[in-house]
């Protein structure tokens, strides 16, 4: 099989985005065992995302980024998937 060079950053993003979701899963945990409440949490997970996207003059993409996450809520793609039995 051949790849091409579209197919190969695709796969190096996606192992970026692996990585980086194991790395807050990690720091998630860690904060749930100190006793920080989710929402303390999630707070301070999205203030830190938008803080370095606008520290490095890009509110435009903080803004999408918060316009695309309200999105995905709204449809259910962060809801618990739930199985069949």
């Given amino acids: 099989m051949h790849m091409t060079v579209a197919d190969i ?5 996606e192992e ?5 979701n194991e790395c807050h899963n990690a ?6 065992l100190a006793g920080i409440e989710p929402e303390i949490i999630a707070e301070a997970a ?7 996207l606008c520290k490095h003059g890009n ?10 996450m309200r999105e995905r809520t709204l449809a259910g793609k962060f809801l618990p998937t739930r199985t069949r039995h």
Avoid: F, N, S, Y
């Fill in 9 to 13: 950053e695709a796969m190096i993003e």
């Fill in 16 to 20: 970026k985005r692996t990585t980086c």
């Fill in 27 to 32: 720091a998630w945990a860690e904060g749930l």
């Fill in 46 to 52: 999205l203030a830190t995302a938008l803080t370095e």
């Fill in 59 to 68: 509110e435009e993409a903080a803004i999408a980024l918060l316009d695309q």
